[in-house]
């Protein structure tokens, strides 16, 4: 079985999955809902309501992602079925790339789907705003890909699905829920050390800031929104945070081989 033969089998088990797909319509639901009823109750421009979008789907989104990607392995493993495919000829390498583009295919179907519903609300509704559909849903694509990556990644290093699954909820709040919090402590520290100034914003500083998925998501929208594209200031320009988000889907599933590479599968 090839790479693509694993991946045309992971969409269509994975896309069978009801739980998931309550989820996305949770997610589509609530995400197009607050946003309706935000351009109905204020006079915000559509650049102000997009980028309130933006803030909203970067939070909920990455649930989904992880929801799909952290039992891309697992339970496979646990299943039994894992050993089966193992004994026909692809790799463990195989297997792996075959999961990472099934699942990344399967989140950009959900993306879609959600981006598009929350686009369309703020469009009809505002009547305006129909240059920022694209770059909405291309950033929030390339996030939630970037989501999978760390899902499958989680998910090839971990021996069971309840390990994956605790792995993923780590990685939710450490990236989404509280990466503000860590940002700030790691600024009041490097004030308490003497490394920073009171109130500076060294480079580096903001440079680990983007490194968080939807934190890199939101400066690059911010960036395509505001015309900056190809700025000489990689902080205030959308080429920084999409190589971050690369770098995501890429490193993270590497990662995540070297350890299914030798593992023993029971």
Request: proline share 3%.
């Amino acid at each position: 079985m090839s790479v693509a033969g694993i991946a045309r089998k992971d969409i269509a088990d994975a896309g069978r999955s009801k739980v998931l797909w309550a989820v996305t319509i949770l997610v589509v639901l609530s995400t197009a809902g607050v946003t309706a009823l935000v351009t109905v109750s204020t006079d915000e421009a559509a650049s102000q309501v997009f980028r309130l979008a933006m803030q909203l789907s970067v939070t909920t989104l990455p649930i989904v992602a992880l929801l799909l990607a952290k039992g891309a392995i697992t339970t496979e493993r646990e299943s039994g079925s894992l050993r089966v495919l193992l004994s026909l000829p692809p790799g463990r390498r195989d297997i792996l790339l075959g999961k990472l583009a099934g699942r990344t295919a399967l989140m950009l179907a959900a993306t879609l789907l959600g981006g598009l519903a929350t686009a369309l609300v703020a469009v009809v509704t505002l009547g305006s705003g129909a240059a920022l559909v694209a770059p909405f849903i291309g950033v929030l694509g390339l996030m939630g890909c970037a989501f999978v990556g760390l899902g499958v990644g989680i998910s090839a290093a971990s021996r069971s699905d309840g390990r994956a699954t605790a792995l993923a909820v780590g990685a939710y709040m450490i990236f989404v829920a509280l990466w503000n919090l860590i940002i700030t402590g790691i600024r009041l520290g490097a004030v308490e050390l003497g490394f920073i100034e009171s109130g500076a914003q060294p480079g580096w500083l903001t440079f680990v800031g983007l490194l968080s998925p939807n934190r890199a998501a939101v400066s690059a929208f911010d960036a395509l929104a505001s015309g900056r594209l190809l700025t000489t200031d990689p902080f205030g320009s959308v080429w920084l945070p999409v190589i971050l988000l690369i770098g995501w889907l890429i490193i993270a599933p590497a990662l995540g081989y070297l350890r299914f590479r030798n593992s023993d599968i029971v």
